[in-house]
């Protein structure tokens, strides 16, 4: 050992050259660290959501959430299990033990839950297991607001940023929130149907025949709505007015000629706002694995 010592510490230049390069091989793997502001950590952990249209908040939880907790909790190594209720939604979210495994505890939640099914109330649109992921947080929120633009106006600048930001290293995806689906509004006048002796079903079965990829969306007459489906194709709003009704003593009536034809909004799901001001928002996820030195 000390004849090692006197090695270097008579040759003390070399000796310096080594640690001079230790130094520098330690700050490069420093730097080559992945780092990140919101590390993927894996954890034993499930949230369950079941929609119910319809009921509210007493049997959601009597009728749904309180017979999936029965059939989980016979799983082992769990830490904590509860749930909440409201109208129409229950979450029930189900934590294990540090060290279980995320994947097998999914897989036991999703069998249970298959159990169990039958014995749920008819009418639930969807029951949604979801593994704990904090891969799935939003690292960014924009919210662009507006009180006079529509809401095509918005959701197209939204889809404009939504593509901007899913091209830049790093995000996984990026998506639109708030924005009430857009749809065709036929609003048919009564008295110029009654004018021209044609029934409202004639505009409904005109379109329909014609089709659209286009969204018709609605016929809305006299505090009545007639939802439409089709598959044929429009190019603009003036193809759909010009979709004929009747041919008669040489003339074509139209759906333009019976009914106000403009692009509009489907009823909004839910109400976004920031600051009190009505917004959509556009939020962006990092990708999974991906790491950036120094971030």
Do not use: C
């Amino acid at each position: 050992m000390q004849a090692i010592t006197r090695f270097f510490v008579d040759r003390w230049q070399f000796t310096s050259v080594l640690f001079a390069l230790l130094i520098a091989l330690g700050w490069g793997a420093v730097q080559a660290i992945p780092k990140s502001e919101d590390p993927i950590v894996e954890f034993p952990g499930v949230a369950i959501a079941v929609v119910l249209p319809g009921a509210d908040a007493e049997q959601m939880e009597r009728l749904v959430a309180v017979p999936i907790e029965n059939a989980i909790n016979s799983i082992e190594d769990i830490q904590d299990l509860n749930s909440s209720s409201r109208a129409g939604l229950a979450v029930i979210s189900v934590e294990f033990a540090w060290g279980a495994d995320p994947e097998e505890k999914f897989g036991e939640v999703v069998r249970e839950l298959n159990v169990v099914r039958n014995s749920l109330p008819e009418g639930i649109v969807s029951i949604t297991p979801r593994r704990f992921n904090p891969a799935q947080t939003s690292i960014v929120q924009i919210a662009l607001v507006s009180n006079n633009a529509s809401f095509r106006q918005m959701e197209s600048y939204a889809k404009a940023l939504r593509d901007s930001l899913e091209r830049s290293p790093g995000v996984q995806q990026a998506q639109v929130w708030g924005a009430p689906p857009s749809e065709v509004r036929v609003a048919a006048d009564l008295d110029r149907l009654a004018a021209y002796r044609l029934p409202l079903t004639a505009v409904a079965d005109a379109l329909q025949r014609e089709g659209a990829d286009t969204p018709i969306g609605a016929v809305e007459a006299g505090g009545r709505r007639f939802n439409l489906q089709a598959s044929g194709s429009f190019n603009s709003l003036d193809e759909i007015r010009a979709v004929p009704l009747r041919a008669e003593g040489g003339s074509v009536v139209t759906v333009g000629d019976v009914a106000e034809v403009n692009w509009a909004n489907d009823e909004r799901a839910h109400i976004t706002r920031y600051n009190g001001q009505r917004a959509i928002f556009v939020t962006a996820r990092a990708a999974g694995r991906e790491h950036f030195p120094g971030a």
